[in-house]
């Protein structure tokens, strides 16, 4: 079966444009998480979904970022009056239970979304 | 605030050589810890989790409260072991907070 899917897999925009980064994670998984990767870290927690509800969003790095799940299923982070700051990679995380740890079920990575401000 | 700290940004070592891949954390509570592995053009995936205490693919960690450390360690290197680790601590809830990442490289 298909994993966590990210597109696009790279994204190159001017500084001050918007940009919307797509997350479709494995059918039926609870829990959606998205990470900030800059070159040469490990990914940074950003924001967190469990269903449609965003229960954690204390990883954004500032109200330029905005993230959503309507549906439950798919999500979209988008990045408006992008700065260079930005660029990094975005990689999306999904798992089948509501909690990582406690024996919960891991997380499943995407391949992530690079984006490059210029 | 949570914190893992993985002090080598590379570790080169021959096929058949032990390995230790250091990981130390700082956190107040009762932390789990994992290692994530990324093989070349492959994504992110988990190698293992303190709380299963098993061996995958030869490697095991056993988790050090007292040092606040969770070691990766293999007995003998495989060429195929070469890849990026990070190490990752989970404070209870839901989010990973992750390493800077090792580069492991094991040459022939």
């Known amino acids: 079966g298909a994993g966590v899917s990210q597109s696009p897999r790279y994204k190159v925009a001017k500084r001050g444009q918007d940009v919307a980064l797509r997350c479709d994670p494995i059918?039926?998984?609870?829990?959606l998480f998205w990470y900030q990767q800059a070159l040469g870290q490990g990914p940074e927690f950003l924001t967190y979904?469990?269903?449609?509800?965003?229960?954690?969003k204390s990883g954004l790095p500032s109200d330029r970022f905005f993230a959503e799940r309507p549906e439950g299923s798919v999500s979209t982070l988008k990045i408006q009056r992008t700065q260079q700051e930005d660029s990094a990679v975005y990689l999306c995380?999904?798992?089948?239970?509501?909690?990582?740890?406690?024996?919960?079920?891991?997380?499943?990575f995407g391949d992530g979304t690079r984006l490059s401000i210029l | 605030a949570q914190r893992v700290t993985q002090p080598e940004k590379l570790l080169s070592v021959f096929k058949g050589a032990p390995v230790e891949l250091k990981c130390n954390y700082s956190?107040?509570?009762?932390?789990?810890l994992f290692w994530y592995v990324q093989y070349s053009r492959q994504r992110l995936q988990l190698l293992l989790r303190?709380?299963s205490r098993e061996s995958i693919k030869g490697f095991t960690a056993d988790l050090n409260k007292g040092e606040t450390s969770f070691h990766l360690k293999k007995p003998f290197a495989q060429e195929e072991d070469s890849a990026m680790y990070y190490c990752?601590?989970?404070?209870?809830?839901?989010?990973?907070?992750f390493g800077a990442g090792t580069i492991l490289r094991v040459k022939s």
């Open positions: 303190h709380i």
């Open positions: 956190y107040s509570g009762s932390p789990e």
């Open positions: 995380a999904s798992s089948l239970s509501y909690a990582v740890s406690r024996g919960g079920q891991p997380q499943h």
């Open positions: 979904f469990q269903n449609e509800a965003q229960l954690d």
């Open positions: 059918s039926g998984h609870v829990s």
């Open positions: 990752a601590l989970s404070e209870g809830g839901n989010k990973l907070v």
